[in-house]
């Protein structure tokens, strides 16, 4: 069973710059916010027709979560390497804003 946080994965809306920012796609601000992009790593709970963990995502612009999602600009090792590091970026925010604390 994988963990599931609506208000966990509404922080992302409250970020405005993309996290992932693909080459050539992001479109690095968006005004209204970002949305959740979730991992699509087997390692994270992802599985056929299962979302992972609603934790392992990244706050990304509409055009970067698409491609992530459903792109063939990038090949899956590109894709998890920007993953990664928007996921850590995201995770940063979350906490460097006190939208997450640990208690």
């Not at 055009?63 to 928007?86: A, I, M, T, V």
Request: contains cysteine; proline residues 3%.
């Amino acid at each position: 069973m994988n963990y599931r946080n609506r208000k966990f994965l509404d922080l992302a809306h409250k970020v405005n710059n993309c996290q992932m920012q693909m080459p050539d796609i992001c479109e690095i601000y968006s005004p209204e916010g970002c949305e959740p992009a979730h991992s699509n790593n087997q390692t994270d709970g992802k599985g056929t027709g299962i979302k992972s963990h609603d934790f392992t995502h990244v706050a990304a612009c509409h055009s970067c979560h698409f491609e992530y999602d459903q792109g063939n600009r990038f090949n899956r090792e590109q894709k998890r390497d920007f993953f990664e590091r928007g996921f850590r970026s995201t995770l940063a925010l979350y906490f460097l804003n006190k939208w997450v604390v640990v208690k």
